[in-house]
T-cell receptor, first 114, second 113 residues
Framework: NAGVMQNPRHLVRRRGQEARLRCSPM?????VYWYRQLPEEGLKFMVY????????ESGMPKERFSAEFPKEGPSILRIQQVVRGDSAAYFC????????????FGPGTRLTVT | SQKIEQNSEALNIQEGKTATLTCNYT??????LQWYRQDPGRGPVFLLL?????KEKRKERLKVTFDTTLKQSLFHITASQPADSATYLC????????????FGQGTTLQVKP
């Protein structure tokens, strides 16, 4: 049973470009979470999605960031017009249910904005 | 304000000893609390989940306690090994019914042979 998969593992973008981060949850999991970890900082919640629905996006910046989890295919975190401050590790996690269950994390995508 | 705090200083212990890590929270009423392990360059790995009606939970050499009066969770690793060296994160669901997790900053444990 494959774990949570994220790609790419490393992504370099110039300021102003778009970054697309992909996450395939564990088989059978329909709940996906995105977290961001800045250098020397803790994990910060960004968004919680179920298939085709955004449940909670309270941690996501209002501008330039969007997330989706379509009926078919991986979850996508999109960052438009990236800035240097977006450089971070972005982790995706999945769970079999939303509340009171452990989350399984992927290896992360390390975004570097030059 | 709401806070979840872990010892920011690294914890250095000798192999074979028990490591005890602390997680304190303020202005939250979590229904459960979770502990994760994170190695450098990797994603967190789930270790244990403890619910508010459970005082203690064990898994092999790991033990977690949850005191809702003190608003504190303690994480113990008995008979520690160098392979236990990592950063340990506590996390809680801020309202108990959202599924999203708020993480502490983590405590780095170094077990010396």
């Amino acid at each position: 049973n494959a774990g949570v998969m994220q790609n790419p593992r490393h992504l370099v973008r110039r300021r102003g470009q778009e970054a697309r981060l992909r996450c395939s949850p564990m088989k059978g999991h329909s709940h996906v979470y995105w977290y961001r970890q800045l250098p020397e900082e803790g994990l910060k919640f960004m968004v919680y999605l179920q298939k085709e629905n955004i449940i909670d996006e309270s941690g996501m910046p209002k501008e330039r960031f969007s997330a989706e989890f379509p009926k078919e295919g991986p979850s996508i975190l999109r960052i438009q017009q990236v800035v240097r401050g977006d450089s971070a590790a972005y982790f995706c996690a999945s769970s079999s249910d939303g509340v009171g269950y452990e989350q399984y994390f992927g290896p992360g995508t390390r975004l570097t904005v030059t | 304000s709401q806070k979840i705090e872990q010892n920011s200083e690294a914890l250095n212990i000798q192999e074979g000893k028990t490591a005890t890590l602390t997680c304190n929270y303020t202005n939250y009423s979590p229904a459960y609390l979770q502990w994760y392990r994170q190695d450098p360059g990797r994603g967190p790995v789930f270790l244990l989940l403890i619910r508010e009606n459970e005082k203690e939970k064990r898994k092999e050499r790991l033990k977690v306690t949850f005191d809702t009066t003190l608003k504190q969770s303690l994480f113990h690793i008995t008979a520690s090994q160098p392979a236990d060296s990592a950063t340990y994160l506590c996390a809680l669901d801020p309202s108990g019914n959202t599924g999203k997790l708020i993480f502490g900053q983590g405590t780095t444990l170094q077990v010396k042979p």
